[in-house]
């Protein structure tokens, strides 16, 4: 599993991984979304078929209380910004 941050900074906020309730998989699928990532480009980047990332997302979903994934990416985007958030590739 990726080395994910448990807290992040971003305004002088600290939002941690219980924001939601995330698990682990569910917030690093939550950068991803965040970040605009295709749903084919999620799956290759966490090695799942397209199967589990739409499990994943019907559970963040239900989570963040958000009816479609583009409204779903809009919370996730607001509460773990994209550039700060994101896990990265290691080089």
Avoid: W
């Avoid at 600290?14 to 999620?42: C, N």
């Avoid at 209380?65 to 985007?77: G, R």
């Amino acid at each position: 599993m990726k080395n994910i941050p448990r807290k992040l900074t971003y305004r002088g906020k600290t939002y941690s991984i219980e924001v939601f309730g995330f698990t682990p998989r569910q917030l690093e699928l939550a950068g991803y979304v965040a970040r605009g990532m295709s749903q084919k480009s999620i799956c290759d980047a966490m090695k799942i078929s397209i199967h589990t990332l739409r499990n994943y997302l019907d559970k963040i979903k239900q989570k963040t209380n958000t009816p479609s994934t583009m409204e779903c990416a809009v919370v996730l985007a607001y509460y773990f910004p994209p550039a700060n958030y994101c896990p990265r590739k290691s080089s």
